[in-house]
């Protein structure tokens, strides 16, 4: 790439100010105790007969305190005398197989041993009825075997349609334990019609399945888990959308209109399903939002994501590293299934990170005024980044941004990698 590496060898990188972000931290400091809490509630655990046998869900996304939260759950399930079992909850996700499925879970530390029951995984499904549109609901089959079955979800905006059920227990019903073959079938219609199509799917889960309740999960900005409630079966229908405005509240945010380049040092599928969540950088599939972003540049997959670079398409310049990394048997299940492959596309290409950043910052058009850059380490981490000289003003107006009022600059090895900042 000398002809590229020529073109780019005179582009400046500006220095920086690191920002603290003052967001809502207020958050549940006994997990444990509060799932235990959750389930006093009349109609949740003490619906669960002795000897019975229930299964509940583990997601593909990085929830926090998910291992405290799953193996207290077993607990009081053998307290009471039932039997539990975990079963991923994630559609296709997994390279739509029992065993990728298995190994996301691991990635988490979501193990037998860790959670204190057994993890079942499979991609057979079963058909449990018909949406009021007419289509098949399929559910995870060995979740079907069992007595009882308890959705587990954190409750959030989705990345790609918006309505009163978005991220979260119906979702996890109509898609997560409907495995590859149930959300492919949800998925059909598209997205313009997912705020009806999840619900419905929802719907006819809970009314022929033996769902006792459900449990959701809120977190706050700093993925911190802010609330844990169980919701009788009858309740989920109102409950759920409360609490997704809840979490629409507390989510992270970019605190500016405008960036010029935004660089992010990592995407993965814990950090968002589209790995860098489009509800923060203001790219959905069809459409955009605020914030308005020039330039997108990403430098590398997380590595919890594993090869899965779905998301990768929002970016407009990564690094060659993320193509090496990258797997297209894992990725390309997820956009077949929910027939989006945008956030699949590759952006361009370069060798390294320093090239990436100042591709960013080249391609941008310049209209006399410093450009705005904006550098953090993904869309879940948003309490602290950086951003260029040029926006230093914008950062003193705001009254929930702060900074020490030293100056840094990015620095890179011998390879011309990222390392870090350092002040200057």
Not at 180 to 185: E, K, P, R, T
Not at 246 to 252: E, F, I, N, Q
Not at 392 to 411: F, I, M, Q, R, W
Request: glycine share 8%; net charge negative; charged share 25%.
């Amino acid at each position: 790439m000398g002809v590229v590496k020529d073109l780019l060898k005179d582009v400046e990188i500006p220095k920086f100010y690191k920002v603290t972000n003052r967001m809502d931290d207020t958050h549940i400091e006994d997990v444990a105790q509060a799932v235990r809490d959750a389930l006093k509630r009349e109609g949740t655990l003490d619906r669960i007969k002795p000897g019975s046998t229930v299964c509940f869900t583990a997601a593909s996304r990085e929830i926090a305190n998910s291992v405290l939260i799953l193996r207290t759950f077993a607990e009081e399930l053998k307290r009471i005398g039932a039997t539990p079992y975990i079963v991923p909850g994630m559609g296709s996700h997994g390279g739509a197989t029992a065993e990728g499925q298995r190994a996301i879970l691991e990635h988490y530390g979501i193990t037998e041993e860790a959670c204190g029951c057994e993890i079942h995984a499979t991609m057979d499904t079963g058909k449990v009825g018909v949406s009021a549109e007419g289509l098949e609901v399929r559910l995870d089959a060995f979740a079907l075997s069992c007595d009882y079955i308890v959705p587990v979800a954190r409750i959030k905006p989705h990345t790609d349609f918006h309505g009163p059920f978005e991220s979260g227990i119906m979702k996890m019903m109509a898609i997560g334990i409907g495995k590859q073959y149930g959300a492919s079938i949800c998925h059909e219609r598209g997205f313009d019609l997912m705020h009806i199509n999840v619900p419905s799917f929802g719907r006819t889960v809970l009314a022929n399945c033996n769902i006792p309740f459900a449990i959701g999960l809120v977190e706050n900005a700093f993925h911190q888990t802010h609330t844990i409630r169980a919701i009788p079966n009858e309740c989920v229908e109102k409950e759920e959308p409360e609490l997704l405005l809840l979490a629409k509240s507390l989510m992270a945010s970019i605190p500016f209109e405008k960036v010029d380049v935004l660089m992010l040092e990592q995407i993965g599928k814990e950090i968002s399903g589209d790995g860098m969540d489009p509800n923060v950088v203001g790219r959905a599939y069809d459409y955009r939002t605020k914030p308005y972003i020039h330039r997108i540049g990403v430098l590398d997959l997380s590595k919890k994501t594993g090869a899965n670079f779905n998301g990768i398409g929002n970016a407009d310049a990564t690094t060659r590293r993320i193509l090496e990394k990258g797997s297209f048997e894992e990725t390309y299940p997820n956009g077949i299934t929910s027939i989006t492959v945008e956030y699949m596309k590759l952006p361009s290409m370069l060798d390294n990170d320093k090239l990436c950043t100042q591709f960013c910052i080249r391609t941008c058009p310049y209209l006399g005024e410093p450009l705005k850059v904006m550098w953090t380490k993904d869309t879940l981490h948003m309490g602290e980044f950086y951003v260029s000289e040029s926006m230093l003003k914008e950062v003193e107006a705001n009254p929930n941004l702060s900074t020490d009022g030293t100056l840094y600059e990015v620095v890179f090895d011998q390879d011309d990698n990222y390392t870090g900042f350092r002040a200057v």
